[in-house]
């Protein structure tokens, strides 16, 4: 796989198994607005690689609400798309926040599933659908993905600028970060 194949990626090797770990997916959507099959590609990637390897591991470091598609949708065709494709576990990036942290909870009540949204330097309180969701562990600091009788570790941290380019609202940015991510 390589950004010659219509999809941008990061290939991280965790033992034997390859992860992938995509960012600004919503970028990649600009280019399916007009090619649609491009994310079809992508899939088909994807499924190629979880069948070749004995483990994989699909990660997404966020910034997944860019581009028109995106936009024009608030996230939700991006969130079908991704449910299709079995994310393990997905960062929460400044542009999460672009439209609110109400379309942002909804985003992440869209998965109901396994997928963990992660980012250890970010206080939930004054939002309460957003703590609803660090109640219920479907955002958290850090988390364990566990597949084939592998485990990765996956820890988030989200942009200690969000206040001043983003709308998190009431969320808070903890300073911290290194020490958070420990």
Known sequence: LDAR??????KAITGDHPAFITTGLGILLEALFAFVVTMAAFATLI?????AAKTTFLLDSGD???GTLSVLTQGEALMEMMTVMGYDAMGVGNHEFDFGPDVLANFIIGFAGEEKFVSA???FMAEPE?????DQEA??????VRKGGEWIGVVGATTPRLRT???PRNVE???NVAELVQ
């Open 5 to 10: 194949m219509g999809a941008p990626y990061l």
């Open 47 to 51: 499924d190629r690689q979880r069948a």
């Open 130 to 134: 957003l703590q609803f969701l660090v």
């Open 165 to 167: 380019i983003s709308s």
């Open 64 to 66: 997944m609400f860019t």
């Open 121 to 123: 330097n970010l206080d």
């Open 173 to 175: 940015v903890l300073d």
């Open 139 to 144: 955002i958290v600091p850090s988390t364990i």
